[in-house]
């Protein structure tokens, strides 16, 4: 299962972010990534609202808030591992917890022990499909929604944990 040339680089945090900002499906979608820690560890994402993206009722539409969530654990996952990771997006779930009718944000954190838990369960080689979690807030801080993103994340023969 081979990904794509463009999922093996390694961008400097500053350059994915600068290159996601011009991604015309962020664009039009008023998706605006705010931050990429150097080390790939924290990302923060804001949704505008505005005009072109609110639906009738004058909230998000669900596929932005959706949208908003797609590759950053998977992107901060691949600059965490050794090069010979397969990383996927397998399946996600949005639960609507309140209507969003400001910009929103979401906040993903990677820590080490998510990381150790992807290398402890690829040591065999096998895929690993972790659940893991993320809210969107609005700008008081209230939850808007929750995904949750499930990884699809198998290690190849030679790949192993980056050093610091």
Same mark, same amino acid.
Not at 16 to 27: E, H, K, Q
Not at 38 to 63: K, Q
Not at 134 to 152: F, M, P, Q, R, S
């Given at each position: ?23 015309? %499906?962020? $664009? ?101 499909? %972790? ?9 008081a801080?209230?939850? $808007? ?7 699809y ?12």
């Amino acid at each position: 299962m081979a990904q794509s040339f463009l999922s093996r680089l390694r961008l400097s945090a500053g350059l994915l972010r600068f290159g996601m900002n011009l991604w015309p %499906p962020f $664009v039009g979608a008023g998706i605006h990534v705010i931050e990429i820690a150097p080390d790939f560890r924290a990302v923060t994402v804001r949704l505008r609202h505005g005009l072109l993206n609110r639906n009738i009722f004058g909230t998000h539409y669900g596929g932005s808030l959706f949208s908003m969530t797609d590759p950053f654990y998977a992107l901060m996952l691949l600059h965490n591992l050794e090069r010979g990771y397969v990383v996927w997006d397998k399946a996600a779930t949005i639960e609507f917890k309140a209507p969003g009718r400001s910009d929103v944000f979401a906040r993903f954190r990677l820590g080490d022990s998510q990381i150790d838990e992807v290398c402890a369960n690829t040591a065999a080689g096998g895929k690993y499909e %972790p659940t893991w979690t993320v809210d969107i807030t609005d700008e008081a801080g209230a939850i $808007v929604a929750t995904v949750a993103k499930t990884l699809y994340i198998r290690r190849g023969p030679s790949a192993k944990l980056m050093s610091p």
